[in-house]
């Protein structure tokens, strides 16, 4: 961890503390990402919502996601989706450009858990 920070401003002290655990966030997030992606590709009760996020991620303009939803999951899922939240916050690159086979996934995503539209 960096030393001397005495004298900084609080925010200065936190952008470089994040910057020391940016590589330990991105590496959990990623597992973490593993597991949802694996969980949204299966079909039980969670796995909707777990879709749902990550398309949120994704595109949160076009497959917008209420976030209260978060609450419906075990605490192992959404635990996950914190951690992922937190790689996702300075993005190096998008959401599924961090999975084997990304691109396809989530057009696999799309056509099984984008929210109906109707006007």
């Known amino acids: 961890m960096t030393n001397n920070l005495n004298g ?3 925010s200065l002290v936190e952008i470089i503390i994040y910057r020391e655990l940016r590589p330990f966030i991105v590496v959990a997030g990623e597992y973490a990402l593993n597991r949802l992606v694996h969980v949204a590709q299966q079909d039980f009760g969670q796995s909707r919502i777990v879709g749902r996020f990550l398309l949120g991620l994704y595109d949160g303009d076009s497959y917008p996601f209420d ?3 978060l609450r ?3 605490l192992a899922l959404f635990q996950d989706c914190m ?3 937190s790689m996702d916050y300075q993005p190096e690159v998008e959401v599924h ?3 084997e086979n990304g691109q396809s996934i ?3 995503l799309v056509k099984r858990w984008a ?3 109707t006007h």
């Open 115 to 117: 929210p109906v539209v």
């Open 8 to 10: 900084l401003p609080k």
């Open 97 to 99: 450009q961090r999975v």
């Open 72 to 74: 419906l999951l075990d």
């Open 67 to 69: 976030l209260t939803e």
């Open 106 to 108: 989530w057009t696999q």
């Open 83 to 85: 951690s992922v939240l």
